[in-house]
């Protein structure tokens, strides 16, 4: 062993500095060509491996768009087809027998489980699956209610839901169906939100915004449509009201209500609100988001109010 050692120390003794050099860089080139070889097969490797993700991704992304073109197709038709059934006058049992009905139509277009069709409609919750809520659920809340409601009228989908324990994932297709009965619509903002929020704090200002909530629902019936729109924004559907005359009284029970309910800690200062007001009779065929338009020049009105007020607009 120590005869290899001294024979090729002595060797490289032999040779000349030049041709050390030389062989020191002949062995540089030769690493570097190996390590080039691997770049390029790791980058090879790489690129192959990012060409099968982006396929795949776009493929997922192509067939979860054909489902969803196919959602919005039977919700759009599905809906229409409700609103046809409520004006021609549809009986309690005849509504979610249809929605049974293309609960099944959807499972075969999709071919997958869905959710079902479902819905809450004249102040009932409605369900094809036969689902039953429970006690105290409240479907005004519900993210796909909120999500149809700011959509106007238009289809829209509501954010993927993601089931831990399933490993399942949700994305709801939803659209608010048009007014089928003539009545009263109703826009209302809380008066100076921000100045209550700086003032006494955001603690406040939810219970500021509770206190409305539970002001509509004693100032209104199971059958009205009550919506909270966002932020300080309500808006109230009252089915068969249709002139000024029969609007009044609700809307003063409502403004008296949520001035008894101002939460203490405002001290002198009361909850006012600004609402805009206007009616939807049974021959029109306008949008929802016509009537919102029409509330909404009416809420900006009443903000020149010092307390609660209601512009009536036509």
Same mark, same amino acid.
């Given at each position: 062993m120590s005869g290899r050692k001294f024979g090729y120390f002595s060797m490289l003794r032999a040779m000349s500095w030049r041709q050390v050099c030389l062989c020191a860089l002949f062995c540089l080139m030769l690493l570097t060509l190996i390590g080039l070889n691997l770049y390029e097969l790791m980058r090879l490797g790489t690129e192959s491996a990012y060409h099968n993700c982006e396929n795949s991704y776009l493929l997922a992304s192509r067939e979860l768009g054909e489902y969803l073109r196919v959602a919005d197709k039977a919700?759009?038709?599905?809906?229409?087809?409700?609103?046809?059934?409520?004006?021609? $006058?549809? =009986? /309690?049992? *005849?509504?979610?027998?249809?929605?049974? &009905?293309?609960?099944?139509?959807?499972?075969?277009?999709?071919? @997958?489980?869905?959710?079902?069709?479902?819905?809450?409609?004249?102040?009932?919750?409605?369900?094809?699956? $036969?689902? =039953? /809520?429970? *006690?105290?659920?409240?479907?005004?809340? &519900?993210?796909?209610?909120?999500?149809?409601?700011?959509?106007? @009228?238009?289809?829209?989908?509501?954010?993927?839901?993601?089931?831990?324990?399933?490993?399942?994932?949700?994305?709801?297709?939803?659209?608010?169906?048009?007014?089928?009965?003539?009545?009263?619509?109703?826009?209302?903002?809380?008066?100076?939100?921000k100045s209550v929020n700086d003032t006494f704090g955001h603690e406040v200002g939810d219970k500021v915004l509770i206190a409305i909530a539970n002001a509509m629902r004693a100032s209104f019936r199971k059958q009205d449509v009550i919506m909270r729109l966002g932020g300080d924004e309500f808006a109230v559907y009252v089915p068969g009201v249709y002139d000024e005359a029969t609007a009044e009284p609700i809307i003063k029970r409502l403004f008296d209500r949520i001035y008894e309910d101002s939460p203490p800690e405002l001290g002198e200062r009361k909850i006012s609100v600004s609402v805009g007001a206007t009616f939807y009779r049974d021959n029109d065929r306008f949008s929802f988001s016509d009537l919102y338009k029409k509330a909404d020049a009416g809420t900006y009105e009443s903000k020149a109010f010092a307390t609660s007020h209601v512009t009536f607009c036509r």
């Amino acid at each position: 062993m120590s005869g290899r050692k001294f024979g090729y120390f002595s060797m490289l003794r032999a040779m000349s500095w030049r041709q050390v050099c030389l062989c020191a860089l002949f062995c540089l080139m030769l690493l570097t060509l190996i390590g080039l070889n691997l770049y390029e097969l790791m980058r090879l490797g790489t690129e192959s491996a990012y060409h099968n993700c982006e396929n795949s991704y776009l493929l997922a992304s192509r067939e979860l768009g054909e489902y969803l073109r196919v959602a919005d197709k039977a919700i759009d038709s599905a809906s229409r087809r409700i609103e046809e059934m409520r004006d021609g $006058g549809a =009986t /309690p049992e *005849e509504l979610p027998a249809y929605m049974t &009905r293309e609960t099944g139509n959807l499972d075969s277009l999709i071919a @997958g489980p869905t959710t079902g069709v479902y819905g809450y409609i004249d102040g009932v919750y409605l369900d094809g699956t $036969g689902w =039953t /809520p429970q *006690e105290g659920y409240d479907p005004t809340q &519900r993210p796909w209610y909120l999500g149809a409601t700011r959509a106007y @009228g238009n289809v829209t989908h509501i954010p993927p839901f993601d089931n831990m324990q399933t490993g399942s994932t949700t994305i709801t297709v939803c659209k608010m169906l048009a007014a089928g009965r003539g009545g009263l619509f109703l826009l209302m903002d809380v008066d100076k939100f921000k100045s209550v929020n700086d003032t006494f704090g955001h603690e406040v200002g939810d219970k500021v915004l509770i206190a409305i909530a539970n002001a509509m629902r004693a100032s209104f019936r199971k059958q009205d449509v009550i919506m909270r729109l966002g932020g300080d924004e309500f808006a109230v559907y009252v089915p068969g009201v249709y002139d000024e005359a029969t609007a009044e009284p609700i809307i003063k029970r409502l403004f008296d209500r949520i001035y008894e309910d101002s939460p203490p800690e405002l001290g002198e200062r009361k909850i006012s609100v600004s609402v805009g007001a206007t009616f939807y009779r049974d021959n029109d065929r306008f949008s929802f988001s016509d009537l919102y338009k029409k509330a909404d020049a009416g809420t900006y009105e009443s903000k020149a109010f010092a307390t609660s007020h209601v512009t009536f607009c036509r």
